[in-house]
C-alpha cells in the first residue's frame, strides 16, 4: 500500500475516534439487547431493555453530530449566519485579526459542506490579511488547507507552491512539529504524482525529524 494512503487512514482513524468508539458501542449495545431478547427469558429481558437501550441513546448521542455527511451541514446552517455578522463587525471595526479568523471559519463552514471554490477563496482573503500583519505563524498553519483545495482540484503546481510556502514560513517561526507535517505531505503530493524519488526524500527527511521530536520530548517529560 502506498505510504500516503497509509496515512490518511492513520489520520482518519486519528480524527474520527469519538465516532468509531460510539459507531461500536451502538452495534454492540443493539446486538446484547436482540440475543437477550430472542435467547433469554423474561426477566433478563427486563434488566437488558433499558441497559442496553439507554447504552444506545448515549451512543447516538455521540454518534450522530459527528457522521461526516450530517455534521457539516448541521454546522453549515446553525452558524453560517453568525460568521458573517462577525465579518461585517470585524470589517466596521477594523479589526483584521478578528477578520482573518472569522474569514477561515467561513471557509471551515464552505469546507464541510463540499463548496470548494469558497472555501479557497475565504482562506486566500485571510492569508493575505496575515501577510499584511507579517503573522508568519498564522499564514503558516492557512497555507496547508489552501494547498489541500488546489491538490483536490488536481492543480499540483499551486499545491506544491503552498506547501513549499508553508514550509518556509513553518522554519521562519521554528515550528518543528509544523515543519514535520509539510514535509510530509510534500512527500505524499510527490507519491500520488508518481515521483516515488523525491517522495522517498522527503519521507526520510520527515521519519529523521518525527525522531527527533520524540526524543525532545522525551528529555523534557525527564527533566519536569
Known amino acids: 500500500m ?14 474520527n475516534k469519538i465516532l468509531i468508539i460510539s459507531a461500536i458501542g451502538l452495534f454492540v449495545s443493539i446486538f446484547c439487547l436482540v440475543m437477550g431478547i430472542w435467547l433469554g427469558t423474561y426477566s433478563t429481558s427486563f434488566i437488558l431493555v433499558p441497559i442496553c437501550g439507554g447504552a444506545i441513546i448515549i451512543a ?4 450522530v453530530p459527528r457522521i461526516p455527511w450530517i455534521s457539516p451541514r448541521f454546522d453549515y446552517l446553525l ?3 453568525r460568521v458573517e455578522q462577525e465579518i461585517k463587525v470585524f470589517e466596521k471595526a477594523d479589526n483584521k485579526i478578528g477578520l482573518a479568523l472569522s474569514l477561515i471559519a467561513m471557509g471551515d463552514l464552505y469546507g464541510g459542506i463540499k463548496n470548494l471554490d469558497f472555501e479557497l477563496d475565504y482562506y486566500l482573503q485571510a492569508l493575505a490579511i496575515f501577510e499584511e500583519l507579517e503573522k508568519d505563524e498564522a499564514r503558516a498553519m492557512t497555507c496547508q488547507p ?5 491538490e483536490k482540484f488536481g492543480d499540483f503546481f499551486s499545491a506544491k507552491q503552498y506547501l513549499e ?3 518556509d514560513l513553518s522554519k521562519k517561526v521554528e515550528d518543528w512539529s509544523m515543519i514535520h507535517d509539510y514535509i510530509l505531505l510534500l512527500g505524499e503530493m510527490y507519491e500520488k504524482q508518481g515521483m516515488d524519488e523525491k517522495a522517498e526524500k522527503y519521507y526520510a527527511e520527515a521519519d529523521q525529524l518525527k525522531g527527533l521530536l520524540v526524543e525532545v520530548e522525551v528529555i523534557e517529560e525527564k527533566e519536569e
Not at 502506498?2 to 480524527?15: A, C, D, L, P
Open 165 to 167: 510556502l508553508g514550509l
Open 60 to 63: 447516538l448521542i455521540f454518534l
Open 79 to 81: 452558524n453560517k449566519e
Open 146 to 150: 489552501i494547498a489541500s483545495i488546489f
Open 2 to 15: 502506498k505510504r500516503y494512503k497509509k496515512n490518511q487512514i492513520y489520520r482518519t482513524i486519528s480524527q
